[in-house]
């Protein structure tokens, strides 16, 4: 494969939790461990020849795994905030840490954020009654995460899905809050048609941007109409359909965006995280993947 | 001490009654049985009379607590149930495995004794055999374990209740509803030494608070697994038995105090915390004693 271009995950992957594990831990007494979870999806990335891997946020959704550590938020059937948002410890560390002891030398690890907007969106506020106060301090506290994390992780992806639904004149801001500082490179990921914000996207301050361009092919109409100014993390593979997409399939869909993006693609991925697919469908998608991403640029 | 300005159920099998209000019916204790090895029914019976004897001189009401470790042990504890318990006595069945809690559901029904037992628990490692075989053969109270491997915080605790905490397809309440069990009594889910186990005892004035409902736990398991301990080991059985008071300092309503061989100490203990709590709580916010209260007892 070209070597700039490197496949990747979004971030969350598809687990079995067996609950009855859980409570054998709970009636032994024993310490309550997620590793084996973790261990799972990993597992599975590399099987599948990723290159670029996350933990596979198996602990929650991607919402809970956030608001469930931070000051301020308490999660019921949606996460309430009933104080001022603050960061208290690390959320995601510890997780990373554990997987980057059981990553081969030559994998990368990417360390996934939910960002403040998609947070603040989620969530029911009983305290600010300020929607934009409320994504700005949890962009402080992600900020705050980003600095732990970047001592473990090779890029920091802000997973943002929110921006395709409604994009604040705040955006940027909250996204330079998160990065500020951050010596590892960023990557900005909005799924969903983001057809009619390309051009704010190409200005925000991040490394590299990814989209669900399988799902939504259009998108590569719509990029054509802009300057690439960015690099591009190439979905391509659903993550919302459970049919597996062929390896030349993938491979028609990696040509067709060559032809748009040319080299500024340097990752090919999943459209999004693939925590609601059945498991085996989640790896022979993965699978796909890095056969049609060898196939294509060898 | 305090009140709480949820209304507080109360519920009661076979006249023992779990809830209210700080200070108004003295903490319900269960102490276990059959936790190692076979089944000792001839031990076990005279720790049992003990046990009985110590809650009518105390006031505290006692509930045994069979743990049920293998399928061929079913029968023989449930006969031990039928002669040596008194007729109507309550009494809670500990089983970890689902399999051998559907065998036991369907022993109690065969013996009619569904109507004096509680089912010791219902979790998140709930199947849907289990489900069935509560709806079929239900007891008439359980006990929800708040134990959340996702969030060790009252809140964690509270979202396991409401939701299951995506481990489940629902929360724990909505599963005793759907099985028709009434009667429930939450616990706190105390958690391995060093593991947040605090917050079992920091859940109980939460959940009674948010819901009104009976709380406890069983906090001498924090205890019995220390290792910290093994360095003070002349003080590891007081520090069992006081951790306890706990229970009811914080509004807490029952204790699951491990083997049934520390009643000895655990039901003066406690008596004596439910007299103290009493004392203030009638002073301060008016709250009677109930005529079984440990209080009662104190002028006798």
Redesign the interface.
């Known amino acids: 494969m070209k070597p700039t271009v490197k496949t990747c995950v979004i971030g969350s992957y598809p687990v079995t939790?067996d609950?009855?594990d859980?409570?054998?831990?709970?009636?032994n007494?024993?310490?309550?461990t997620?590793n084996p979870y973790i261990s799972s999806a990993v597992k599975d990335m590399l099987d599948a020849g990723i290159h670029s891997i996350s933990d596979g946020q198996t602990?929650?959704?991607f919402i809970?795994i956030f608001t469930?550590k931070l000051q301020g938020c308490?999660?019921?059937?949606r996460t309430e905030i009933v104080d001022k948002i603050a960061y208290k410890n690390p959320i995601t560390v510890n997780d990373q840490h554990y997987v980057k002891n059981m990553l081969p030398k030559d994998k990368e690890l990417i360390g996934v954020l939910t960002g403040p907007y998609t947070l603040s969106q989620s969530c029911i506020d009983k305290y600010y009654n300020d929607e934009k106060q409320v994504a700005f301090d949890f962009a402080y506290a992600l900020h705050e995460e980003a600095k732990a994390l970047q001592h473990y992780v090779d890029m920091i992806s802000i997973d943002e899905p929110f921006f395709s639904n409604n994009f604040p004149e705040y955006a940027q801001d909250l996204i330079e809050i998160i990065i500020k500082n951050i010596r590892c490179p960023i990557r900005l990921h909005v799924c969903g048609d983001v057809s009619s914000i390309i051009a704010d996207l190409l200005e925000m301050p991040v490394d590299i941007l990814s989209h669900e361009f399988k799902a939504s092919p259009k998108l590569l109409d719509a990029f054509k109409q802009y300057s690439i100014t960015k690099k591009i993390c190439l979905g391509c593979v659903r993550s919302d359909d459970l049919s597996i997409e062929s390896v030349e399939e993938i491979a028609r869909h990696i040509k067709k965006a060559q032809d748009v993006f040319g080299d500024y693609i340097v990752q090919i991925a999943p459209d999004c995280g693939q925590r609601l697919l059945p498991r085996d469908i989640a790896f022979m998608k993965l699978k796909n993947l890095v056969t049609a991403g060898e196939t294509y640029y060898g | 001490m305090f009140t709480f300005t949820k209304d507080q159920h109360i519920v009661d099998i076979s006249g023992y009654a779990f809830g209210g209000q700080p200070g108004k019916f003295p903490t319900v204790l269960f102490g276990g049985l059959f936790f190692k090895g076979q089944p000792d029914y001839q031990t076990a019976a005279k720790a049992l009379k003990h046990m009985l004897q110590l809650s009518e001189k105390t006031g505290n009401p006692a509930i045994p607590d069979f743990f049920i470790k293998k399928e061929e042990y079913i029968q023989g504890i449930i006969q031990f149930i039928i002669d040596t318990l008194p007729k109507n006595h309550p009494f809670s069945i500990d089983v970890i495995e689902p399999s051998i809690k559907i065998k036991t559901l369907e022993a109690l029904n065969d013996h009619n004794l569904l109507c004096r037992a509680i089912y010791n628990s219902i979790h998140v490692g709930i199947t849907d055999e289990e489900r069935d075989a509560l709806k079929h053969n239900t007891p008439e109270m359980a006990i929800l374990v708040a134990f959340n491997p996702k969030d060790k915080s009252p809140d964690g605790k509270i979202e396991v209740l409401e939701n299951g905490a995506h481990l489940i397809d629902t929360g724990l309440f909505d599963i005793a509803k759907k099985v028709g069990i009434q009667k429930i009594l939450v616990d706190t889910a105390a958690l391995a030494p060093g593991d947040n186990s605090g917050a079992a005892i920091a859940a109980i004035p939460v959940i009674k608070e948010e819901y009104g409902l009976p709380t406890g736990c069983a906090i001498h398991n924090v205890v019995e697994k220390s290792r910290w301990l093994n360095d003070f080991s002349s003080a590891r059985k007081t520090v069992d038995i006081s951790s306890n008071v706990n229970i009811p300092l914080f509004g807490g309503d029952y204790a699951i105090y491990g083997s049934i061989d520390n009643s000895d100490m655990i039901f003066p203990v406690i008596a004596w915390q439910d007299i103290l709590i009493s004392e203030y709580t009638e002073n301060y916010f008016g709250i009677k004693p109930d005529t079984t209260h440990p209080r009662r007892k104190l002028s006798q």
């Open positions: 939790i609950s009855m859980f409570i054998h831990q709970y009636y007494q024993k310490e309550i997620w602990r929650d959704p809970q469930r308490r999660v019921r059937d």
